[in-house]
């Protein structure tokens, strides 16, 4: 009656369970519907009804049972094709009254959801991993160039802890789009909106909107932040009625798609030919267009500073793809 009631149980739930013989024949199977051994009858051998590997491993896995008597858990995988299964199987030996191995005794549960979701977080930290180098980086490179331009630590800590909040900003929307990246008018506002006396009424943006992959969208985001800094210190945001225009487009040629992002200052001071060294020119024309793989032209006219990037195709996806 117990026994007939512990099998009642088990069958509302997702264990199989299963003996074989000394020849690993299958000797009788319980509640083996939807598992590996739902093709099994009595009689067969893993041969007869699991792929080649999977039956291999699991032939090689028992044999060494028979021969140790020690109990063994292993994973089955059953693959076919871009899809698999996953089963957590544990396998003991079979005793008759007088101690002697007559065959083998198991048990099987499905694990395929737990192992996609290990595999899931497994890739997902390789990414953050990557990320974070990534990151880390950029950070060392900016430390570099800050320290290379500054005069007093003052001055130094000044302008870092700006541009590293620069990059925080950026990783907060590239964060909250999932790591899908971030849209560049949303980009624009974060960066360049808390320089403006007025805010975004100083500022006009133009043109496609865009989600600028995470890279493009931290070194877009930390040239903003250059330009912006630049423009409250000196230049347009520096004086009362200063615009500034921010215009990007997509251009194509020889069948490559980029986006072209512009900056135009106006209405400001008048610009001297000799510029400040410190203003982050190398961020501007060698770190940021080297990093998204694209192109870009720092113009220091008189009516205001131009900045031109290209940032290329695979970079960027339209925002209604």
Same mark, same amino acid.
């Given at each position: 009656?117990?026994?007939?009631?512990?099998?009642?149980?088990?069958?509302?739930?997702?264990?199989?369970?299963?003996?074989?013989?000394?020849?690993? %024949?299958?000797?009788?199977?319980? &509640?083996? $519907? /939807?598992?590996?051994?739902?093709?099994?009858? *009595?009689?067969?051998?893993?041969? #007869?009804?699991?792929?080649?590997?999977?039956?291999?491993?699991?032939?090689?896995?028992?044999?060494?049972?028979?021969?140790?008597?020690?109990?063994?858990?292993?994973?089955?995988?059953?693959?076919?094709?871009?899809?698999?299964?996953?089963?957590?199987? %544990?396998?003991?030996?079979?005793? &008759?009254? $007088? /101690?002697?191995?007559?065959?083998?005794?198991? *048990?099987?549960?499905?694990?395929? #959801?737990q192992k996609r979701r290990e595999d899931t977080l497994k890739t997902l930290l390789r990414e953050?991993?990557?990320?974070?180098?990534?990151?880390?980086?950029?950070?060392?490179?900016?430390?570099?160039q800050t320290a290379r331009h500054s005069v007093t630590v003052p001055e130094f800590l000044v302008?870092?802890?700006?541009?590293?909040?620069?990059?925080?900003?950026?990783?907060?929307?590239?964060?909250?789009? #999932?790591?899908?990246?971030?849209?560049?008018?949303?980009?624009?506002?974060?960066?360049?909106?808390?320089?403006?006396?007025?805010?975004?009424?100083?500022?006009?943006?133009?043109?496609?909107?865009?989600?600028?992959?995470?890279?493009?969208?931290?070194?877009?985001?930390?040239?903003?932040?250059?330009?912006?800094?630049?423009?409250?210190?000196?230049?347009?945001?520096?004086?009362?009625?200063?615009?500034?225009?921010?215009?990007?487009?997509?251009?194509?040629?020889?069948?490559?798609?980029?986006?072209?992002?512009?900056?135009?200052?106006?209405?400001?001071?008048?610009?001297?030919?000799?510029?400040?060294?410190?203003?982050?020119?190398?961020?501007?024309?060698?770190?940021?267009?080297?990093?998204?793989?694209?192109?870009?032209?720092?113009?220091?006219?008189?009516?205001?500073?131009?900045?031109?990037?290209?940032?290329?195709?695979?970079?960027?996806?339209?925002?209604?793809?």
């Open positions: 009656m117990v026994a007939y009631k512990a099998l009642k149980a088990l069958a509302n739930t997702e264990m199989t369970l299963f003996a074989q013989d000394l020849e690993l %024949r299958y000797l009788w199977l319980f &509640n083996a $519907e /939807g598992s590996w051994l739902a093709d099994a009858k *009595t009689g067969d051998s893993d041969h #007869d009804f699991l792929p080649v590997p999977a039956a291999e491993k699991a032939k090689a896995i028992k044999s060494e049972i028979l021969k140790s008597g020690a109990p063994v858990r292993f994973e089955l995988p059953i693959l076919s094709g871009d899809n698999g299964r996953w089963f957590d199987v %544990r396998v003991d030996v079979d005793r &008759n009254d $007088e /101690g002697e191995i007559i065959g083998l005794i198991g *048990t099987s549960v499905e694990i395929t #959801d953050v991993a990557h990320r974070s180098k990534n990151l880390l980086a950029i950070i060392q490179s900016l430390a570099s302008r870092f802890r700006g541009r590293i909040q620069s990059l925080a900003s950026s990783q907060d929307i590239v964060t909250d789009t #999932d790591w899908r990246g971030a849209d560049l008018f949303s980009l624009v506002t974060m960066q360049v909106e808390r320089y403006a006396p007025d805010g975004m009424d100083q500022i006009r943006f133009e043109g496609v909107d865009v989600y600028l992959s995470p890279t493009a969208a931290l070194h877009v985001g930390l040239a903003l932040h250059e330009l912006a800094v630049n423009a409250a210190s000196y230049g347009s945001l520096s004086v009362p009625g200063g615009r500034i225009a921010i215009a990007s487009t997509l251009e194509t040629k020889e069948g490559q798609t980029s986006l072209i992002l512009r900056w135009q200052e106006s209405n400001g001071p008048r610009v001297r030919v000799d510029y400040d060294p410190r203003f982050g020119t190398s961020t501007l024309e060698r770190i940021v267009p080297n990093s998204v793989g694209g192109e870009a032209r720092l113009e220091y006219r008189p009516d205001g500073i131009q900045y031109w990037l290209r940032v290329p195709r695979n970079q960027f996806e339209l925002v209604d793809d």
